[in-house]
């Protein structure tokens, strides 16, 4: 090992890269492709049938969702990164679980082409999952949104996937992500970047 060399980086710090502090938010409205990573929370209710530890619950307000990592895979966005939650109980009422089995419902008819009208049995096989593993490193095809965070900074999240009956669905799929609008200043992170701390109640949870 040569000692000097890591002494000298330790030492010397011009040629370190520069700071990552704010990042453009990828505009409102923007389809792109990504991959959905779930980030298991450790609260299991097999009675619900909640396993393999995915689902996260909240300790402020008993919200239990699966916070989720979604990378853009490709265009000029690809490796940037943003996280949302899938809602599965709010004490609150039923919505917000509702909405949860709507997004997925979506994503499942996108990552598997499968047209949102489509009742046939093979359609409906497709909608239907063994675990939450299923849909942990599923790729499929999102709208980007932007909303406040908990300390009032934009920040880029996914609630809405893009199915196959959407107009720019199939070059979608061949990689050809749709750019609305012009980049705005905010916090959406490319792939480098470390996940944020998730604290208090999840961001559709209100």
Request: charged fraction near 20%.
């Amino acid at each position: 090992m040569n000692t000097n060399n890591i002494s000298a980086n330790w030492n010397d710090f011009n040629d370190a890269d520069a700071q990552q502090g704010a990042f453009d938010l990828i505009p409102k409205g923007t389809i792109v492709p990504v991959r959905m990573t779930l980030k298991p929370g450790g609260h299991d209710d097999h009675n619900q049938g909640w396993t393999g530890g995915y689902a996260t619950e909240s300790f402020d307000s008993g919200a239990v969702y699966l916070a989720c990592e979604f990378v853009v895979t490709s265009g000029p966005f690809a490796k940037r990164k943003m996280w949302s939650n899938i809602g599965l109980h709010s004490a609150k009422g039923p919505t917000w679980g509702q909405m949860g089995r709507s997004f997925i419902r979506g994503a499942l008819n996108s990552s598997r082409n499968v047209h949102p009208k489509d009742e046939t049995p093979q359609g409906s096989a497709a909608r239907r999952i063994e675990s939450f593993n299923d849909l942990d490193g599923m790729e499929f095809i999102v709208r980007i949104d932007v909303e406040k965070d908990n300390k009032g900074e934009d920040r880029n999240v996914v609630k809405l996937a893009i199915e196959p009956d959407h107009k720019d669905y199939a070059a979608l799929m061949s990689g050809m992500p749709r750019v609305v609008g012009t980049p705005q200043g905010g916090n959406s992170a490319p792939a480098h970047t470390t996940q944020p701390t998730t604290t208090g109640k999840p961001a559709w949870a209100q």
